[in-house]
């Protein structure tokens, strides 16, 4: 999915669906205010809601990582990279990075701590990042997908525009079989190193990401 920005802040507004605007107004009601931060200054609080997005998920292994990976990002990506904060009373409640270059961003992780899922902090920091966005010159962001045709997670995101889908076709192919094969054995000995039982999933591509 990609949201397209380049447009006034009230066109932008009429664009999204009423259950959108509804929880966007009801995250402001409680107090909600949205803080970007491209050093990382609250990374310990984005891992924490983070990881426990994940938990609350069920999310597979793959989608875990460790602290020195968002520092990489930091480190590697300088001004291409912001994290969007939700806060209320103080306190961080839904945080997510996004991944900037001259005309377009990446909605990359994020989550939202569960006590916090009924104040619309999660349509609110999109419609933040949006407009953060757009002063920025960015013309479009990329909202990606869902896990499975028409999840929840898909249906959040086309809450966001009437005509954001986009076609795509996707090519699989494996150059090198045998360095693959090691990546997947370098991926089964990290997780037992965890005390985690891993197999790769044949459907998915590639394995040792699964």
Same mark, same amino acid.
């Given at each position: 999915?990609?949201?397209? +920005?380049?447009?006034?802040?009230?066109?932008?507004?009429?664009?999204? =669906?009423?259950?959108?605007?509804?929880?966007?107004?009801?995250?402001?009601? #409680? /107090?909600?205010?949205?803080?970007?931060?491209?050093?990382?200054?609250?990374?310990?609080?984005?891992?924490?809601?983070?990881?426990?997005?994940?938990?609350?998920?069920?999310?597979?292994?793959? @989608? #875990?990582?460790?602290?020195?990976?968002?520092?990489?990002?930091?480190?590697?990506? %300088? %001004?291409?990279?912001?994290?969007?904060?939700?806060?209320? /009373?103080?306190? +961080?409640?839904?945080?997510?990075? +996004?991944?900037?270059?001259?005309?377009?961003?990446?909605? #990359?992780? /994020?989550?939202?701590?569960?006590?916090?899922?009924?104040?619309?902090?999660?349509?609110?920091?999109?419609?933040?990042?949006?407009?953060?966005?757009?002063?920025?010159?960015?013309?479009?962001?990329?909202?990606?997908?869902? @896990?499975?045709?028409?999840?929840?997670?898909?249906?959040?995101?086309?809450?966001?525009?009437?005509?954001?889908?986009?076609?795509?076709?996707? %090519?699989?192919?494996?150059?090198?079989?045998?360095?693959?094969?090691?990546?997947?054995?370098?991926?089964?000995?990290?997780? =037992?190193?965890?005390? =985690?039982?891993?197999?790769?999933?044949?459907? @998915?591509?590639?394995? @040792?990401?699964?």
């Amino acid at each position: 999915m990609r949201r397209r +920005v380049d447009l006034s802040p009230d066109e932008l507004w009429k664009d999204y =669906r009423s259950a959108a605007r509804r929880n966007v107004e009801l995250a402001r009601n #409680y /107090g909600v205010q949205v803080e970007f931060d491209s050093e990382g200054k609250r990374l310990d609080d984005f891992l924490e809601i983070y990881n426990a997005t994940m938990d609350r998920c069920g999310a597979t292994s793959s @989608y #875990y990582f460790p602290r020195e990976f968002f520092e990489a990002l930091l480190r590697n990506l %300088g %001004g291409h990279l912001t994290f969007a904060h939700a806060i209320i /009373g103080g306190q +961080v409640v839904a945080s997510e990075i +996004v991944l900037v270059s001259a005309d377009h961003a990446v909605s #990359y992780l /994020g989550g939202t701590l569960s006590t916090a899922l009924p104040l619309g902090v999660s349509s609110l920091i999109k419609h933040e990042i949006f407009l953060w966005c757009r002063d920025r010159g960015v013309k479009a962001v990329v909202l990606g997908g869902g @896990y499975r045709p028409d999840d929840g997670i898909l249906r959040f995101k086309r809450q966001f525009g009437r005509d954001i889908d986009v076609p795509y076709l996707l %090519g699989l192919k494996t150059y090198d079989a045998e360095e693959s094969s090691r990546l997947v054995e370098a991926r089964l000995q990290w997780e =037992r190193g965890q005390g =985690r039982d891993w197999k790769p999933v044949p459907s @998915y591509f590639p394995e @040792y990401r699964s």
